[in-house]
C-alpha cells in the first residue's frame, strides 16, 4: 500500500470551495444580458439600437465583474497569510461569501432600473451590500487575529491594515447607499470610480511587491 501524502496546504479545502463559489457568482453576471426576445430585428441597425439599450446591463455587469474579481484577488491573497482556519473565521467568510452570491442580483436590477426615474432602490441596494460585504472583511480580520491564525507577525500586520480597509469601507459605501436615495446616477457613477481606485491601487501593490 503507497503512504498517503501529507497535505501541503491544510486550507486548500477552504480556498477550493472559496474559488469554486467566485466563479459561480461571476458566471451568473452574465445571465441577464441579452437582446429582449420581443425585440423586432429586421436590420443590422436595429440589432445594433437594441444592444445599445442594453448597455447600462453591460455597464452593470462590468461593475460587478470588477467588484467580484477584485474581492477575490483580495481573498486569494488574503489566505496566504494563514496557516490555519477556526469556527469563527469559517463563519465570518461565509457571510463575505452570502455578499458575493448576492450581488448578481442588485447588479440585474442597476442594468434595468439605472437610468429610469425609479434607480435610487437598486443603487441604494447595490451599496448596501458592498457596506456588507465591508462588514464581512472587518469580521474575518478580527477572527484571524483573536484565533491567532496568521503565519507570523508580518501577516497579522497585513490581516490588521485588511481589517482597517474594512472600515473604511463600511463607512464610505454606507453613506453611498444613504445618498443614493436621493442623487442615485451620481452615487452609482461614484461607486464605479472607487472600484476603479480599488483596482489600480491593487495593481499597483502588487507590481510594488514584485
Sequence with gaps: MLPKMAETNINSRFEAFCDGVFAIAITLLIIDIKI????EINSALDLWREIYHITPSIFSFLLSFAVILITWV???NGSKLLRKTSSSFLYANGFLLLTVVFIPFPT?????YILTDYA????????SVLAMQAI???LIS??????HLGKNENANIEI???GMFGYFAFVLYAACSILAAWFPLVV??????????WLILGIKVKEGEG
Design 74 to 76: 483580495n481573498h486569494h
Design 160 to 162: 490588521r491594515k485588511n
Design 136 to 138: 464581512a472583511w472587518i
Design 36 to 39: 429582449p426576445r420581443t425585440a
Design 188 to 197: 452609482a457613477l461614484f461607486t464605479t470610480l472607487t472600484w476603479v481606485f
Design 120 to 127: 435610487a432602490p437598486a443603487v441604494i441596494l447595490y451599496d
Design 108 to 112: 440585474s436590477l442597476l442594468g434595468e
Design 142 to 147: 478580527k477572527a484571524a487575529l483573536k484565533n
